[in-house]
C-alpha cells in the first residue's frame, strides 16, 4: 500500500504504530532531547527518513551499505539496533519540535517505498503535530545574538585592524537581501496573489496600474517610484532587434509618431522620481511610452517586504522586447525564491512548460515552486489531476532533449486562491485558511530562513575566528609575561625561528600549487570541440525548423526561432561547464583535505570563507546568457534568419557566424578556468599572502610586547591581570558562539 492511501489507519494499523513506538521507547528510560545527539547542523530530512525507515526486516541489508555506515558515523553512533532507535527518538523529536521539516520529511520518506516498506513510520509521522516555526523571528533572534556577540569582542579588542574587521562583519551581514521573482502567463494572477502577499491591495487600478515593464517591489519609508529609461547604446540594440519583427515595428512606428523618443532616452541611462498616481502615465500596459522603460522600483512600508526582502513581479513570458525578455531572465536566475503561477482552471501553455524547464536548468534556488490559482474553483481531485498533467508534460519533455527526468521532483506545487486571502484581508468575507496562503508565505519565510542560517553560519565561523586569535594572543602575551628576561630572549628567539619556518613552508607550498596548477592539461582540444559541435547544433536546429516551414508553407515565427537559440545553447553550455564544475570541485576538495594534512597551521586560512571562490565562477556562468554578448548573438542571428530567403546559402554560413560569436562568450576561458581551478588557485595564493601578513604584523606585535615589557617591569602583574579578566571574557564569547543556533 502507498503511503499517499493511507489517510485513515485501521485499528489494526493503530496498534502496529503504537507497538513500533513502543519498542523505540522501550529502549530508552527517558524522553531524549533532539540536542543531545544533533544540532541543527546535522538535521537532515534524507538521513531521518533513512534512519526511521529501518526496522528488523531491512537492517542487516542497510547495515551492509558503506552509505548506511558513514550515516550512523556522522551521527556519532555505533552500528547497532540500539543505536539506530536511539537516533529515531531523536529524530521524532526533532521533528515534533520544528527543526526538522514534516512535508520534506514525509517526500524523503516516500521516495524510500521503492526500496522498503515504510509504511507504519510515514503513517505515524504525516499524523505528528508539530511546533510550528515562526522562521523570520527565529533568524531575527539568531542574527541579534551574534551581533550582540561581535560588539563585545570589539569592546574587549584593542587591536584596532581587528576592529575594523568585525565592524565590516557587523555591516555585511545585515545587509543581506533576499529575492523573490514572480513570473507567469497574462491571466495567470500575479497581482492578485502579490496583493495577498502583501495584506493589502497595493497592486492594481486603485494604486498601481497593470504595468509592461519588469518591477521590483521594495521596502521604503515613504510610496514613491523610480523609473529606469534604457540608455542610448541599448535603444539601438532594440531598434536593430526590431527590424524583423512587424509587431515591434508598428510600436515603434507609433512612438515616433507620438513621442519625442530623445526626451526618455539619453547616453547614460534617464531615471525618474514620482508618485503613484503619476505612474500610470508612464508604466500602463496600454501607453506605448512603457516601451521606453527598462524597469521601474516601488518602493512602499510594507511588512512583507522589510528585512531586505524585494519582490520581482515579471511582465511576462511573451516580452516583444529581447532585451527586457533578457533582463528579466537575468534577474530570475539570481533569485532566492522563484514562483511561476499557472491559473489552475486553463491547461498548460508550451511556453510554461518550457519556461520551466529553462528554470530547472539555469535558476540558482534547488526549487521551483508553481503556484496554481484560483483553486477555489476546482475540487481538490481536479487540482491533483492538473499537477499530475504537468508533472507529466515536463518529464516528457525533458526526455524530450534526452535530460533527467528526475529533474521535476525539483518542482514543488501549491494551490491558492488569491480572492478568499484578499477577501479576508480587506474585510470582505474570505476564509484566509481555505485561501492556503498561509502555507505560500511559509514556504517563502523558510526559504528566507535557509539563506539566512547559510549566512549566520558564516557569521558565527568569522567571529570565531577573531575570538581564538585573541585569545592566542593574550595567551602568549601571559606566557611572555611570565618569564624571566633570560628566558624571554630566548622566547624570542623561537618565535622568530618559528616564523621563519612558516614562511619557508608557505614558499614551498606556493611552489607545489604553481607545478600543480600549471600541469599540462592532455584534454585542451575538449572545449574547442565541443563548441564546434555546439555551433553544428544549432545550425541543424535552425536550419531544419526554416525547411521544415519553407515545405510547408509557413511564414517564419519570430519567437519561435528565439526559443530555439535561446535553448539550445544554453541547454548546450550548461551541461558542458556544468560537468567541468563537478569535476573542478572534486579536485578542489581533495587539494584543500591534502594540504590540511600536510601543513597542519593552513587548516585555519582553508576554512576561512574557502568556497567565497565558487560565487565568482557561477557569476561568471550566469554572465554569459545576461550580457550584451548572448542579446547581440541572438538579435544577429534572428536578423540573418528573417531576411535570408535562401536557406541552401545559409547552410553554408551559419555555423561558422555561430561559432564567432560563440568565441566572443569567453566559454573556452572559463572553461579551461574550470579545468585548472584557476579561480580557486588565486583565491588560495590571496589567502596565502594574507595569512603571511598576518603572521608578520603578529610577530611586530609580539616585539613591540617584549619591549614594552622589558622597559615596564612593574607593571608585568598588572598585565598579567588584564590579560586574565579578558581570557575569562573570550572563554565566555566563544561558548556563546559554540551554542548559538
Not at 547544433?537 to 535552425?542: A, R
Request: hydrophobic fraction near 35%; aromatic fraction near 8%.
Amino acid at each position: 500500500m502507498s503511503p499517499k492511501e493511507i489517510n485513515n489507519p485501521s485499528p489494526q494499523e493503530k496498534g502496529a504504530i503504537k507497538a513500533l513506538l513502543e519498542q523505540i521507547w522501550k529502549n530508552h528510560s527517558v524522553y531524549l532531547d533532539t540536542h543531545a545527539l544533533l544540532d541543527e547542523s546535522m538535521v537532515d530530512t534524507q538521513k531521518a527518513a533513512i534512519i526511521l525507515s529501518t526496522d528488523l526486516s531491512n537492517y542487516e541489508r542497510f547495515s551492509a551499505l558503506s552509505e548506511f555506515k558513514n550515516l550512523m558515523k556522522s551521527l556519532n553512533l555505533r552500528l547497532d539496533l540500539y543505536g539506530i532507535q536511539y537516533a529515531q527518538v531523536c529524530f521524532i523529536n526533532a521533528l515534533i519540535l520544528g527543526i526538522l521539516d514534516k512535508n520534506e520529511l514525509l517526500k524523503d520518506l516516500e521516495k524510500l517505498q521503492k526500496i522498503t516498506d515504510n509504511t507504519l513510520i510515514y503513517t505515524f509521522i504525516s499524523k505528528q503535530k508539530t511546533i510550528k516555526k515562526d522562521y523570520k523571528q527565529e533568524s531575527k533572534n539568531s542574527h541579534q545574538a551574534l551581533d550582540d556577540i561581535n560588539q563585545s569582542i570589539q569592546k574587549i579588542c584593542d587591536d584596532d585592524k581587528v576592529q575594523k574587521l568585525l565592524q565590516e562583519a557587523l555591516l555585511k551581514f545585515s545587509s543581506i537581501d533576499f529575492s523573490i521573482a514572480v513570473t507567469g502567463v497574462v491571466n495567470a494572477g500575479k497581482s492578485s496573489m502579490l496583493n495577498a502577499l502583501l495584506k493589502q491591495d497595493f497592486l492594481g487600478v486603485s494604486n498601481v496600474p497593470e504595468t509592461a515593464n519588469l518591477s521590483v517591489l521594495k521596502y521604503g519609508q515613504e510610496h514613491k517610484a523610480k523609473i529606469y529609461f534604457w540608455n542610448k547604446e541599448e535603444w539601438e540594440e532594440i531598434l536593430k532587434s526590431s527590424r524583423d519583427n512587424q509587431d515591434m515595428k508598428d510600436l515603434i512606428t507609433q512612438l515616433e509618431e507620438n513621442f519625442n523618443i530623445s526626451k526618455y532616452i539619453e547616453k547614460d541611462g534617464k531615471t525618474l522620481e514620482v508618485d503613484f498616481n503619476s505612474l500610470k502615465d508612464y508604466t500602463s500596459a496600454k501607453n506605448k511610452i512603457s516601451t521606453l522603460i527598462k524597469k521601474i522600483e516601488l518602493f512602499s512600508m510594507l511588512d512583507f517586504l522589510k528585512d531586505n526582502v524585494y519582490i520581482v513581479d515579471t511582465p511576462g513570458l511573451d516580452d516583444v522586447i529581447i532585451q527586457r525578455e533578457l533582463l528579466t531572465k537575468s534577474y530570475i536566475q539570481k533569485a532566492d525564491f522563484l514562483i511561476h503561477l499557472m491559473n489552475a482552471s486553463q491547461s498548460l501553455s508550451q511556453k510554461d512548460t518550457e519556461f520551466i524547464i529553462e528554470c530547472l536548468l539555469t535558476s540558482r534556488v534547488s526549487k521551483l515552486l508553481v503556484v496554481l490559482t484560483k483553486a477555489d474553483l476546482l475540487d481538490q481531485k481536479d487540482l491533483q489531476e492538473v499537477i499530475s498533467y504537468t508533472q507529466k508534460k515536463v518529464k516528457e519533455n525533458l526526455a524530450q532533449r534526452q535530460l533527467d527526468q528526475e529533474l521535476v521532483k525539483n518542482v514543488e506545487f501549491v494551490c491558492i486562491s488569491s480572492k478568499l486571502a484578499n477577501d479576508f484581508y480587506q474585510n470582505k468575507g474570505g476564509n484566509l485558511e481555505q485561501s492556503n496562503i498561509l502555507a505560500l508565505e511559509e514556504l517563502i519565510a523558510k526559504s528566507l530562513y535557509d539563506k539566512n542560517k547559510i549566512a549566520l553560519n558564516a557569521y558565527k565561523k568569522e567571529l570565531l575566528l577573531h575570538v581564538e586569535k585573541l585569545e592566542e594572543k593574550t595567551n602568549l602575551s601571559n606566557k611572555l609575561l611570565s618569564y624571566e628576561n633570560f628566558e624571554l630572549d630566548q622566547q624570542n628567539k623561537l618565535i622568530i625561528d618559528d616564523f621563519k619556518a612558516k614562511k619557508d613552508k608557505l614558499k614551498q607550498i606556493k611552489i607545489e600549487l604553481n607545478t600543480l596548477f600549471n600541469a599540462k592539461d592532455e584534454n585542451t582540444q575538449e572545449v574547442t570541440t565541443l563548441s564546434h559541435l555546439l555551433a553544428k547544433k544549432l545550425k541543424e536546429k535552425l536550419i531544419d525548423e526554416l525547411k521544415y516551414n519553407q515545405n510547408n508553407k509557413i511564414k517564419n515565427n519570430f519567437q519561435r526561432l528565439s526559443t530555439i537559440i535561446d535553448t539550445t545553447l544554453k541547454d548546450g553550455i550548461f551541461d558542458l561547464l556544468r560537468e567541468l564544475k563537478y569535476q573542478s570541485e572534486c579536485k578542489i576538495s581533495e587539494i584543500k583535505n591534502t594540504l590540511s594534512m600536510k601543513y597542519d597551521f593552513l587548516k585555519g586560512v582553508l576554512a576561512q570563507n574557502c568556497d567565497d571562490f565558487k560565487n565568482k565562477v557561477e557569476t561568471k556562468i550566469e554572465n554569459i546568457f545576461s550580457g550584451k554578448l548572448f542579446a547581440k548573438l541572438k538579435s544577429d542571428l534572428l536578423e540573418n534568419l528573417m531576411q535570408n530567403k535562401d536557406i541552401y546559402k545559409l547552410e553554408t554560413i551559419l555555423e561558422e557566424q555561430i561559432l564567432q560569436q560563440l568565441q566572443n562568450f569567453g566559454i573556452e576561458k572559463i572553461a579551461n578556468e574550470l579545468k585548472h581551478n584557476q579561480e580557486f588557485f588565486a583565491h588560495l595564493e590571496l589567502s596565502l599572502n594574507l595569512y603571511e601578513k598576518e603572521q608578520e604584523e603578529q610577530l611586530k606585535d609580539l616585539k613591540d610586547l617584549i619591549l614594552q615589557m622589558e622597559q615596564n617591569e612593574q607593571n608585568t602583574k598588572e598585565l598579567l591581570e588584564k590579560n586574565n579578566i579578558k581570557l575569562n571574557q573570550l572563554k565566555t564569547l566563544k561558548m556563546e558562539l559554540l551554542n548559538a543556533k
